[in-house]
């Protein structure tokens, strides 16, 4: 594998990084106290891009890969490490892009040009109240009507539930069309948020106050048949495939706020002192430091991997799906615990300060957490995931 990045991948990542740490960096801590990630800061990403970066051009985005967004997606949690944008990134740019891949151009020409301009917000909905990672036992349900499906359940967990209600847009929604399919009876959908039968609720987040999670209630919603995503009865690979994309740019947001744990944490060392020396003469700390970083370039190496075999799978390439699992697979169980486990031991360093407010420790811990427990996939379904591929789907606990 090439771990040098092209003067495109470059100068991207070097351009996103100065706008974000201009613009985006300075009200990070006003993001989690306000609950809102202010507007002028999405319009500023749309702008230049970021919000489309994986959009093709004819739908008013930039034709970037899997790659760039991934670029984008660390220097969005190191800017941010609250990780609220970075949700709000990745949702958007994970999800249109397997919009672009599998939507009906009905669908595709009219939302994703909405998307890449902030116009319209784009999510994703499986997770139900009776379990998250359990798809196949879902109990939402919809059945054809002409032209139509009639969708009727629950959605649970939702996130950009307010923000697709006063911007616009909606989720990408996984129903069960054949309850005697099981995984292969089931349907992926956009639904419009404002769709007549839709009721919400919001949820309270211990983290990543700065973007909303909710509760998605459906009614008899009438979803037009140019909204199905891939094939009918198809939604559960289709679905697979756009939590590849997601998963890797979760991992790529935590390998963002870990770089930012460690700027934090090695400028605190070097000039905090303790009994005549700086903290980083102590090998306690010093030593941990070192370990933390080699983590981080690894973590950050299995990522891109991950990256770059989505993109080469999307340019219809021959990639071993095993390799591709397990990239994936790996790097979503990885950089959220080693986000987590960075922010940990910085606070330590910092002692009873990083337990106040006056540093955005706390902050951080609190949304890295979200994705250590479970959101776009749990670290238990990961380490499944690499089970399966490294011992064989005979050794799954549900086989």
Known sequence: MDFQ????????????????QAKLAPVSRQIDEKHEIPRSVLEEMANVGLLGVTIPDKYGGAGGNITM???????????????????????????????????????KSSLLPKVASNKAFLGIATTEPGGGSDLVAMATNARKQGNKLILNGEKSYISGVTEAKKLGGGHLTLMKTDRELKHKGLTFAYVPINAKGIGTTVLHNMGRMGISTGILQYTDVEVPEENIIGDYNRGFFHAMLGFNYARTLVAAACVGATQWALDVGSEFIKKRTAFGSP?????????????LAVQLEMTKNMVLKAASLLDAFDQGKSVPMKELNMAVAASKLTAPQLALDAVKKVMIWHGALSYTNETMLEMAMRGILSYVVGAEGALNIMRLILVREMLGPEYLPYR
């Open 69 to 107: 967004a991934a670029l984008g997606a660390m220097e969005v949690g190191a800017a941010d490490p609250s990780m609220a944008t970075a949700v709000y990134y990745l949702l958007v740019t994970g999800w249109s892009h397997l919009t672009a891949k599998l939507g009906k151009e009905e669908l």
């Open 279 to 291: 903290l980083a003469k102590y090998e306690g700390i010093s030593f941990e430091y070192a370990d």
């Open 5 to 20: 990045l092209s003067d495109e991948e470059q100068l991207f990542q070097k351009s996103v990084h100065e706008i974000l």
